[in-house]
């Protein structure tokens, strides 16, 4: 009897060893994870990737990552702002490999900016002079550079930049940016009426801008449309916005004017042609703004005050048919 | 006869269990992290970076080089100064500093030449004689993926320099003394400890924050914690960090300058060829050099001021008598 109860206790010791040990060994291993930080695990959402838009010869490099608000810094650094200030919602990237040539990667940047002017702000206010337009890419805000596409997909703004040059990778963009409208199931927005408020005559294709904030260095112009024309061979840009009523395009009227005089600009003597309007040289460059209906809008930054003059009566003319409607 | 416990073994093993129960639960405790990993959670001494700059030479403070190929360049540069001999001494652990704080190609020109940084530490070893190199930064983005992809990792390692990842225990808190904003914040200190000489590798950029991206601007690599609350007020936080780090040799990288839509750029056409690189030992006078070829004026940079107020170095870099040169090719 006593060598049964031997047993039994010899028994027990070995099962409490091993549950021991084991213990041991989760204590080991949480201790071991907790060591090894690696901020990729705490700030990407997984799950989901855009193999949908992959091209044919390419391979997922990397597994999708998502930003908000919060972690958009993360990604994208001192850019956030510009994004952060201009509706922001989420931003979803991920790179794809050439099967070929490990070397030649290329990287999306899919950016919900929640509507089309958000989208069409943060991509006309970072666009590369040199971009090229694709004829076969129907999507009208667009363009192509040396190694990468960036374009407005309904709320979306999306880059899709490669590793480096190469007729590879940017046959393999153009095909993404044909899959992401249509795979991704992102729905075209036309709703920008601004741009059909811009006369054509001498207009630069491409140019328009849209700044939500702070447009021309002062935070009281928001919602301001701008392109660049060609007047008597003088780049000129006419502004716009279309505001709430009557009466608060007068109060910015009066409020920019006012912020330009205080910042050393000076009236333009004798220059009333235009209703509810002022003319200032601010360091050599002439600014006109007016008002029409509930309209604000001017030239900024152009050279000589015939060709700004003109261009202002372009602009008040198509206004003033657009008050019309 | 059937063995029964008696009440005494009972209770002896029941305490036994109880005490082995607590032991694993208490251990369990202790290791538990219930908010996840953060750069703040921690409580550890704070430290302070040492001085790492060299008695200066007048006249010998700034070298400007022209030339296509960053190999050439950065050797003549640094030439120019006195050569990697006056910076490096036989047996001297290097810190070298580069920009690899995006998951970019090389060829973005959004963080340090990989070529150019393995060929500064190279000129550490063969000529500076260093009895070791490391690389480190904690970059904005994955740090493995940033030293993969931007090059920087593989052109360390095979110019026979460590590179060291960001931990989370590598970072300790710092306060500048007179700073207003490096107070009790933590930084990548344990790739410092036992290091001689700091060397900083950065790449001209544009910069839609602060206006540029240049030597000073590349000690944010160093930051850890949530750093991005610094960006409200980038050009006190751009000044302290020259405050707070004074190097060996600061190289800035003007070969192909990122002209627009910085840090992280993207295009390549956002970038411009310079063909300039420059070597100083003055941070503040390099990046009041630098801000030329963005076709801006030092005035431009609040930051530059501010350093200069704060005794980090000279913004009239002429003042300086830089040393110029030109390589043909």
Known sequence: MPSKHKQIKTAESVISFC???????????????????????????????????????FKIMDEMETYDAETLYEKINGKAELYLESGFKDLKCQRFVSQNNQELWIEIFLYDMGSARNAFSVYSTQKRPDGQTVSAFTLPHHYQTNNAFYFVCGGFYVEIIASVQSQELSNAARVIAVNIPTQLNIKEDRTIDE????????????????????????????????AQ???????????????????EASAILKSYYTFMIKNGAEDIEDFDFLENSKAVDFYGSIEIIFSKGSFFGGIHQAENIVSARKAAIILSEKLTEANKK | MKQNLTRREFVLRTVKAGVSVAAAAGISYLL?????????????????????????IDGQVISIVEGADRVETVRKAIDLLGGIERFIKPGEKVLIKPNAAFARSAGIGATTNPELLGEVVRLCYARGRAGQV????????????????????????????????????????????????????????EPFKDVDKVIGIAPVKNHHRSGASMTIKNWYGLLGGRRNIFHQDINTIIS?????????????????????????????SDL???????????????DSYGATLLDMKSADLPYLAKAEAAGAGIVDYSSLKPLMAQIAG
């Open chain 2, 240 to 268: 302290e960090l020259a405050m707070l780090v004074r190097p060996t040799l600061v190289i800035l990288d003007g070969t192909e300058v990122m002209m627009t839509n910085g840090p992280t750029g993207g295009s390549l």
């Open chain 2, 134 to 189: 490391v690389v480190t930064d904690n970059p904005i983005n994955d740090p493995e993926g940033c030293f993969h992809l931007t090059g920087i990792g593989k052109a360390a390692s095979l110019a026979g320099a460590k590179v060291i990842m960001p931990k989370q225990n590598y970072f300790s808190p710092t306060t500048l003394k007179k700073g207003r904003l490096i107070k009790d914040w933590p930084i990548l200190f």
């Open chain 1, 195 to 226: 741009f059909e408020l811009f006369a054509d005559e001498a207009l630069v294709a491409g140019s328009y801008k849209l700044f939500l904030k702070n447009a021309f260095g002062y935070n009281g112009l928001t919602d301001i449309f701008a």
């Open chain 1, 229 to 247: 024309y060609r007047v008597d061979n003088e780049a000129v840009t006419v502004f716009l916005s279309k505001r709430s009523d009557e009466t």
């Open chain 2, 32 to 56: 538990y992290d219930g908010t996840g990993p953060t750069l703040e959670s921690f409580k550890k001494e704070s430290v302070a970076l040492s001085d790492f700059s060299i008695t200066p």
């Open chain 2, 272 to 286: 411009r060829r310079r063909n300039t690189m420059i070597a100083s030992c003055d941070a503040v006078a390099a």
């Open chain 1, 19 to 57: 549950i021991l040990f084991i213990l041991s060994g989760v204590a080991a291993g949480v201790f071991v994870k907790q060591s090894h930080y690696c901020r990729r695990d705490f700030s990407v959402s997984l799950g989901e990737d855009l193999s949908v838009v992959m091209p044919v010869g």
